[in-house]
């Protein structure tokens, strides 16, 4: 199996995504997730990722916190959309595990200085504080992470915190700007991607007849994510963002895209966090980013539900 780092803000999709990853373990393993300010503060993201780790049954894995604040500028976060623990939705029953004392950026750059090189797969479902202040800390980890696989950005769907910029890299530009540039490959599931995955009535309904603890919650948390988004977007569902990246590792070829130069906007307040995407090539700028613009929305929802069934 496949090694990786989930860096997350959970998040009820964030939480979808963790769960799909726990639920792959003859095709993941998953060495430890890390939690990230964003959706909420780093305190209760670290907490839900506790519940949600303890939910999937899975208690081996160790969860650690990260970074508390995005690198230059005050802290964002998005409980108009996830409700004020972040996690609203289930009434999930607080965690008996607990998070480990080592924090999460040195947990990243030591699992990236102890494995074999370009074998750990970094998957990010928040901002890119965490993976940003790894490589600030420890440059030698570049080459060595096998690819960084990134819920964030927008194109041509644009943005959603913003007209210009997706919240992940809205709420810390800098950090996604040295990810940008870190040399490792990397690939984008931006919203141009999410937004092709749809939580439509009857894949929720799908979700709640799978019938464990892991369905009823995961079909709970996305009626939760939804009232917000139909509103919003007058659409048949609410996207589905963070498990695009999970589903990624899976199943490739539920995505498609091209490797192209996206780079991060950071003067402009007006913009700040867009990611400019290169996609048609019209520059011969560097091409450091696989950017997904498509999705097979039902591969997609056929892959989590048969993945979520094998879960408590
Ligand atoms: C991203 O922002 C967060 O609110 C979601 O969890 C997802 O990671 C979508 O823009
Ligand atoms: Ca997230």
């Known amino acids: 199996p ?32 890390v939690a990230v300010a964003g959706n909420v503060g780093l305190a209760q993201n670290a907490e839900n990722a506790l519940k949600i780790v303890e939910l999937s049954g899975r208690t081996d894995i160790p969860v650690y916190a990260g970074c508390a604040r995005p690198m230059r500028r005050p802290l964002v976060t998005a409980e108009h959309v996830h409700g004020e623990t972040g996690l609203n939705g289930p009434d999930l029953p607080s965690p008996t595990i607990a998070l480990e004392d080592q ?35 420890a440059p ?33 530009p800098e950090a996604a700007d040295i990810v940008m540039r870190c040399g490792a490959p990397l690939t984008l ?20 007849a799978i019938g464990n603890a892991a369905g ?18 007058q659409s048949q569902g609410a996207p589905l963002h963070d498990p695009t990246v999970i589903a990624y590792l899976l199943q490739p070829e539920i995505f498609s895209g091209r490797l192209c130069n996206v780079e991060i906007e950071l003067a402009s307040e ?3 966090g867009m990611t400019v995407a290169d996609y048609w090539h019209v520059t011969d700028r560097h091409k450091n980013v696989t950017f997904m613009r498509s999705a097979d929305a039902e591969a997609f929802y056929c892959l989590l539900i048969e993945k979520l069934k094998k879960l408590p």
Do not use: W
């Open 2 to 33: 496949r090694k990786i780092i989930i860096d997350t803000d959970p998040g009820q999709d964030d939480a979808v995504a963790i769960l799909l990853a726990l639920a792959s373990p003859e095709d993941l393993n998953v060495l430890g997730i």
């Open 103 to 137: 924090h999460g950026v040195d947990f990243i750059i030591e699992t990236l200085r102890q494995e074999e090189p370009e074998s750990v797969t970094l998957c990010t479902l928040g901002p890119l504080t965490n993976i940003a202040m790894a490589l600030v800390k």
């Open 140 to 172: 030698d980890i570049a080459s060595r992470i096998a690819e960084i696989v990134m819920m964030g950005g927008a194109y041509f769907e644009v943005g959603n915190i913003t007209p210009a910029a997706e919240f992940n890299i809205f709420v810390d």
């Open 189 to 208: 599931l931006p919203l141009d991607a999410t937004h092709q995955v749809l939580t439509t009535r009857p894949r929720l309904d799908a979700l709640a």
């Open 216 to 233: 009823a919650a995961v079909a709970s948390m996305l009626e939760f994510s939804e009232r917000f988004d139909l509103e919003k977007y």
């Open 270 to 272: 007006l913009t700040r």
